[in-house]
C-alpha cells in the first residue's frame, strides 16, 4: 500500500537531457504506465524509482517518505526500496530452480523455513505455477518464465511493484492473455504499479491512467479515453491511434467553439470546432485532428458540402482503409467494407469529434 | 559424403583432382605426423617400460621408491597450485573490473595489463631475479631505506615461483573471464538487488555461481600451463636447489652418470602426462558445461556498477598491479641493460649501449641465435600456415573421413608438457630413422620438428574457424558463375581467409622465437636460440649481456603483437 511521487525528477547524460523536470504521483493501488517511444525518457524513470539509475536533479518519495532526493543527498540503494520490478528479459537467474528463485527476495526479511515455504507456493499459485516449483529455468517457456519473474516481484509484498517492457519478448497471442492476468492480479492484490511499454495497445487497455512521454518531458496524463479523446498536443493525437492532421484558420470565436476555415487549398471548406484547451483568436493559424473513424463518407452531395476525391480503398476485414484527396490534403477514413469506392470518385466527408490544437506543438 | 554429391552433380574432372590433390596432401601430413608425434609418444612410453632392453616396471618402481619423486611432484603442484589461485582471483578482478564497473581510465588497464601475458615467462622470472635477488634493486633500495643488512625479500625459492608464475598467468584469468562478465545480463544483479541483495551480496549470490564455469575453466587452464613451465621453476628455483616435475626431467636427462637417466625421466615425464590429459579432460568439461553463464536477453544499458567509495582503491589496485607486473620489470631490465658495470651506482656516467653491441656483434652464439631463432620461427610459421590450410580445408570443406583425427593428434604436443615433447623427439631421433638412415638429433631440423609439432594447433585452430566462417554458398556462388574448384578456392576462399591466415603464421611464429623449454634440451652447438642463449647467458652470471639480449627479445616481441594487432585490426594480438 503506498502512493509513490515524483518530484523535478531530472536526469541528463552529458548535453542530453534523458528525463525532464518530471512530476507524477502514482496513488495507492493505482496502475499507471509510462507510454512513449524508445528514448523518451520512460525506462530511465523507471530505473531511477528503482534506484538503479541517480537522478540529475529532483526528488522521490514513497509514502511522503524521500527515497531519492538529491537535494537532501538521500539515495536509498535498490535493496532497500521495499520494491519489485520485472525486467524485460526476465532476469530469471539461470543456476537457480523456480522455487529459489521466487524465494530469493525472502532471504532478506528473516521469515521462517514454513512461512517461506507457504508463501513462495502460494504467489506461484497466483501465477499458475504451483507445479513447477523444482523445475529449472531453462525447462521453461518464455511466457512461464515471465510469470517467474512476476512471482519473484510480488513474493515479498512490495510496496511498489515496476514492469519494465515485460512483456515484448512474448509472442502476440501470450502476449494478450499475460495482459489480463497482470491487471488481474494487480487489482486483486491492490498494489501500486509503474508499467513501462511503448506498446499503446498494451497501456491502454491495462492502466488506470497513461502518462505520454517523449524527448524526456511528460506530454500527458490521462485515462486511455481522455489521451485518445482529448490529446494535448499533436504528439499524442499522432503517437495515440490514427490521426488526421489538417492545418486551418481561425475564423470567429463563439463561447466555447470555434468556427475554422479548413487550409487545404480550396478555400470553402468550414468547420466547427469545440475548443478543449488553449486560447485562440480569429485569423490564428491552428491544426484539426480528426480520427479516420471520424471521417464520414457520403456519396457526393454536390456543390457546398466538404468534397474530397477517393485515392484508394484498401480491404481489412472488419472494415476498409480509405485514402482521400481534400483539396491538397491526404486524408484517411474508415469505411464499412460493403461500401465500395473507386478510385477518382468523387465524396463528400464529414468530421466527427474533431480536436482543435496549437500549430507550434 | 557431401563432397562425393558435389563432385557427382558437377562432373568435372578439375573438380576431381581438386580433391585428389588434397587428399593426397592429407595422406602425406597424416604420415609425417605419424612419424613425428605418435612415434615419439610410443618410443617414451617404451622407454618408461625398458630396461636393458627388456619390458619392465622398474623404472616406475624406482621412481616410486625415490623420496625426490614425491617431493617434486608436490611442489610442482603445490606452485601450480598456489600461482594459479592467486593469477585467477586478480584476472578475475580485472575482467570484472573493466566489465561491469565504471572504473576509469578502461582503455589503459586493457592495453597494459595485458603485456605480462606477451613476455616470455623465463625473461620475466629474470627481471624478477634483477628486482628481488639478494642483490636486486627492489632488496638494495629497500637496505638504504631501512638501513637493515638483510634483503627484504629474496625470491629464489617456492614463494617467489609462485609469485611470478601468477604475475605472468593473470592475463589468462583476465581475457577468458573478460568476455562472460560482458555478455552477463545486467537484468540479473539487478533482479537481485531489487529483491533486497547488496552489491557484495549479488556478487557472491548471483555473479560469481553465473560465472564459476568460465572461472574454472580459466583457473584450469592456467593450473595446466604452470604444471607445464620450465622457464620461471629453473631461473627462480634452482638458485635455491628447489625443484619441480619439469625442471627434476630436465635434471635427469642431463644426468649422463646414470646409465638409466632417459628411462628415469621417460618415467617422470609420464606421471606428468597422465596429470596434464587429465587436467584437460576436466578442463574441457568444465568448459562445456557453459550453458547458462551467457543468458540472452536485450538489456535496455549495460548499467556498469558504480564503485562509489571503492573507485580509488580500484584505481590503487591496477596501477599498483601495472607497476609491479609491466614497469618494474621492465625498467629493471632496461636498467641492467644499460649499466656499465655490474653493481656500480646508477648515474648518467654509468649508463651506455656497449652491452647492446657486445651481445650483437661481439658474441658469436648470441648473433646466430638471432638468425636461427628468425629463421626457426618463420620456416616453423610458414610449414604451420601451409600444413593447417590443407589440414582446415580438409575437415571443414571436404570433410573427409578420418580428417579428425589429425586435429586430435596435433593437439597432443601443444597438451603435453614441452620438457616430455623434447624427450620424446630426443628418444626417437637420437638413432638415424630407420629408412631414411638420417639423424636429425643435434640439427636444426629437430627444433624445426619440436616447434612445427608443437604450435601447429595454434595456426591450425586460426584457420579453421576462419574456413568455418565462410558460408559455403559463397564458394557455391563462384562455382555457379563458372569457376571451378580451384578458381573458387583462389579468388574467393582464401582472399576471404587471408587476415587469419597471416594471425595464424604470428601466432605461432612469436611463441617459436622465445621458445626455451623445447630448444633447451633440442638445441646443439651453432644451432642456438634465442631462448638458449638468454637463459645460457643468465646461467652463466653474465648479467649485463643477458639483459641486453633480453630487452632487444622483449622489444621484437612487443612489436610483433603490435603488427598482429594492426594486421588483424584488433582481432588478435595486443
Redesign the interface.
Known sequence: MAELRLVNLCKTYGDTNAVKDVNLTVRDGEFVTLLGPSGCGK?TTL?MI?????PTAGSILLDEVPITSIEQKILL?????D???V?????V???MNIFQNVA??L???HFSKQEIQDKVMNVLGLVKLENFAQRMP?QLSGGQQQRV?LA??LV?EPKVL?L?EPLS?LDAKLRESMRFEIVELQRRLKITVVYVTHDQAEAMSMSDRVVIMYNGLIQQIGSAPDVYQKPVNAFVADFIGMANFIPCIIQDISGDVARVILDDGTENHYLLCPITSGHYSPGERAVVVVRPEFVEVIPYQGQGGTNAKVVRQTYLGDKSDCLLELGKINLRANTQTSFLLTPGQDVSVSFTNPILLDVER | MAAETRTLTTGKHNNRAFQTVFIFLGIIIFITLMVLIIFPSWTLIKTSLTREKAVTLNNYIELLSQKSTYTVLVNSLFVSLLGSVGATVIGVLIAWLLARTDVPGKRFWQTFLIVPYLIPPFIGAIAWVYLLGPVGYLNKIWMAISGSLAPLFVIYGKWGIVFVMAIYSYPIAYMVNLGPFRQM?P??E??????????TRTLR??VL??MAPSIGGSFLLIFMSMMANFGIPAVIGFPARYYVMTTKIYMTILNYDNPNNLALSAGLSMLLVVIALVLMQVQRRVQRNK??AI??????QP?QV?LGKWRTPAVVFLSLLVFVAVIAPLLAILLTALMRALGVPLTLDNITLRNFAQVLFELPKARRAVINSLGLAAGSATIIVLVSLVISYLIVRLRVKGSQLIEGIILLPYAIPGTVVALALILAFLKPLPLLKVSIYNTIWILVVGYVTRFLTLGERSIKSALEQIHVSLEEAARISGANYFTAFKDIVLPLIKTNVFAGWFLAFIPALTELTLSILLFSVNNETLGTVVYGLHQEGKVLMTAALAFIVTIIVLGLNFITNRLTKNQMGF
Open positions: 525506462t530505473r528503482a534506484g538503479f539509475t541517480t540503494p535498490p535493496e532497500k526500496r520494491m519489485g520490478m525486467f524485460q528479459s526476465y532476469a537467474w539461470p543456476h530469493y527476495p532471504k532478506f526479511k531453462d519473474a519473484r516481484a515479498m515496476l519494465d519478448n | 545480463n537484468s540479473l539487478e533482479a537481485a538487488r531489487i529483491s533486497g541483495a547488496s552489491m549470490d548471483i555461481p553465473l550453458s547458462y543468458i540472452s536477453g536485450k538489456s535496455t548499467q558504480q
